[in-house]
């Protein structure tokens, strides 16, 4: 697990005010509360409190992936919390099921490498996930074990980064 090879065709940019409803949008998609560790909808007014606070929070990172026509086709939630990085990513509705989701995930990785001084990056999958699994072995990570998360068991994808 020493390369992180980058994906030419997504493009990320830090998230600003105006991401606020789209991201709302994508994250109250039945799918991807589905494979949430807090599956419950969020009102929009717990969203934009939520999101506006996340975006003044230097140890939390909101970017948006976009094509090469700059074209939304999703969003991966970064978190740093110390030695580490902690990774969520969720694909478009009208994008899903077309390769982006292994992209979107080495491509936030190599960001977080370039910007935090941070040798792995981590990913939690709840339950039995296979396309989430599937997403993150295409992305070079490997599982490193389990725990608990929000009271719901997960596993562990890490990626390392090479000396």
């Given at each position: 697990?020493n390369?992180l090879?980058y994906?030419?065709v997504?493009?990320l940019?830090?998230a600003?005010?105006?991401?606020?409803?789209?991201l709302?949008?994508?994250?109250?998609?039945?799918?991807?509360?589905?494979s949430?560790?807090?599956?419950?909808?969020?009102?929009?007014?717990?969203?934009?409190?939520?999101?506006?606070?996340?975006?003044?929070?230097p140890?939390?990172?909101?970017?948006?992936?976009?094509?090469?026509?700059?074209?939304?086709?999703?969003?991966?939630?970064?978190?740093?919390?110390?030695?580490?990085?902690?990774?969520?990513?969720?694909v478009?509705?009208?994008?899903?099921?077309?390769?982006?989701?292994?992209?979107?995930?080495?491509?936030?990785t190599?960001y977080?490498?370039e910007?935090?001084?941070?040798r792995?990056?981590?990913?939690?999958?709840k339950?039995?996930?296979?396309?989430?699994?599937?997403?993150?072995?295409?992305?070079?990570?490997k599982?490193?074990?389990?725990?608990?998360v929000?009271?719901e068991?997960?596993l562990?994808?890490?990626?390392?980064?090479?000396?």
């Open positions: 697990m390369t090879e994906d030419t997504i493009v940019r830090p600003e005010t105006v991401d606020a409803r789209l709302w949008q994508w994250d109250s998609d039945i799918a991807v509360r589905e949430s560790f807090r599956s419950d909808l969020t009102t929009w007014d717990e969203y934009h409190g939520w999101f506006k606070e996340k975006l003044s929070d140890s939390f990172e909101i970017l948006i992936a976009r094509d090469r026509e700059e074209n939304p086709l999703g969003r991966a939630y970064l978190e740093i919390p110390g030695d580490h990085g902690v990774i969520n990513v969720a478009a509705p009208e994008h899903r099921g077309k390769g982006h989701s292994p992209s979107l995930i080495r491509t936030a190599g977080a490498f910007k935090h001084a941070i792995r990056v981590v990913g939690y999958i339950g039995m996930n296979p396309a989430s699994i599937h997403a993150f072995n295409s992305a070079g990570f599982q490193a074990g389990a725990a608990v929000d009271d068991d997960a562990v994808y890490e990626f390392r980064k090479s000396a």
